[in-house]
């Protein structure tokens, strides 16, 4: 089998068929098909159920799936190798991460990153999906995830940064909690905003609300939009748990923001396969080692 046909088969599987795949890889339809074709002949294997346009993965598709991303991900990683010797990083950075983490402190890792290493291309997926990073790192997809931890699993290790730290944001016509910390058990009495079940942000909440024995908690809206859930709490809808940055937007707009006993915090930090980094990625980590640790920031918003 060649390294062509190993790219095509995956871009099939993450672009959902044959047709959006071609776009992605810039070849014809014919010429992918005929190279998915091939490589099925050569393993003696079908790969994919053809459902009209749709294709899903086979058992044998399973099975190819993460050892083909993993001889992608080796041969960008010799590529990078070479590139670094040749005098300049370049490429692309795949990094896996939550929608919370992402806005801090990926964004600041980022913004640092970028200006040091104007030549290599990040791309970030989104991993608060089943398995999440786990899934997504671990089967080759993504080189890195900044993540909540623990995310660590067979295969992969964890380097921590920091904490995240949560806090009570409260509609603004709500009664003055004072200079806080209140009781997490307060949750039991106030209407929540949330993330759908499944998510790193809903698991959160379910945690802080099982820490305080609260068990029939009043959800009254729940939304996977999460950059709204500052202005609906402004709007006073409900309240909601919100990390540090979204609780700073939420009192700008005019909400009660308040410290929880206990604190509601997590460790924060990045994940990544036993084996070679790329050049790009032990770059990142050097330097999320070297601004860290990430946490409180300051005063409470």
Known sequence: MERRQLEYFVAVVDQGGFGRASEAVHVTQPSLSQAIAALEKDLGVTLFHRLGRKVKLTAAGEALLAPAR?????????????????????????????????????????????????????????????????????????????????????????????????????????????????ELSVLAELPLIATPPGTASRKRLDDSLAIANVTEPRIVVETIYRATI?????????????????????????????????????????VRREGPLSPAARAFIDLALEMAPFGAEGEQP
């Not at 997926?125 to 080759?140: E, K, L, Y």
């Not at 009660?256 to 930090?269: D, L, M, S």
Request: proline residues 9%; hydrophobic residues 45%.
């Open 70 to 182: 993993q001889v992608l991900r080796d041969h960008a990683v010799a590529r990078a190798a070479v590139a670094k010797v040749r005098g300049g990083y370049d490429g692309t950075l795949d990094i896996a991460s939550t929608p919370t983490v992402a806005a801090h402190p990926l964004t600041a890792l980022l913004g640092r990153f970028s200006q040091l290493y104007p030549g290599i291309n990040v791309r970030i997926t989104d991993c608060d999906v089943p398995g999440g990073a786990a899934a997504i790192v671990g089967g080759g997809q993504c080189e890195i995830g900044v993540v909540r931890l623990p995310a660590a699993t067979t295969g992969l290790q964890a380097i921590a940064l920091g904490e995240q730290e949560f806090f009570l944001v409260l509609p603004p016509d709500s009664p003055d909690p004072g200079p806080g910390p209140v």
């Open 230 to 270: 500052p202005k609906l709490v402004a709007a006073g809808v409900g309240a909601s748990l919100l990390p540090r940055h979204m609780a700073q937007e939420a009192a700008e707009l005019g909400a009660r923001v308040v410290a929880t006993t206990p604190a509601v915090a997590h460790e924060i930090g990045i």
